[in-house]
């Protein structure tokens, strides 16, 4: 069993700066890719950040400039650097893993339970 877990949600006033943590633990083997997405009231989860093995790095266009992921291999941990946040921003942020088991063939995902960001204008 994989757990992902996240932190570093919050109240910030707009124009300020989060950070968000995110960790996968358990029965993991390697990690293809992390990543964060959110989802606002009434709107369906759009991805925000992920990382790619290798580095590769992809973000919505929404967040470009302003937000930043990062990785660290060896803790199976990812993080994004919030800055500059906008009321928009507002959502709940949920983490991503794909990861593969021992013994396994193929990728699997799992969520996170989700950290609220709040930005007041």
Not at 43 to 48: F, I, P, S
Not at 89 to 110: F, I, L, M, Q, W
């Amino acid at each position: 069993q994989v757990q992902v877990v996240e932190s570093g949600g919050g109240l910030v006033q707009a124009g300020g700066s989060l950070r968000l943590s995110c960790a996968a633990s358990g029965s993991i083997l390697s990690i293809n890719a992390m990543g964060w997405y959110r989802q606002a009231p009434g709107k369906q989860r759009e991805l925000v950040a992920i990382i790619i093995s290798g580095g590769i790095t992809n973000y919505a266009n929404s967040v470009k400039g302003r937000f930043t992921i990062s990785r660290d291999g060896a803790k199976n941990t990812v993080y994004v650097q919030m800055n500059s946040l906008i009321p928009e921003d507002t959502a709940v942020y949920y983490c991503y893993a794909e990861y593969k088991r021992p013994y396994s063939a193929g990728y699997t995902g799992a969520w996170g339970q989700g950290t609220q960001v709040t930005v007041s204008s």
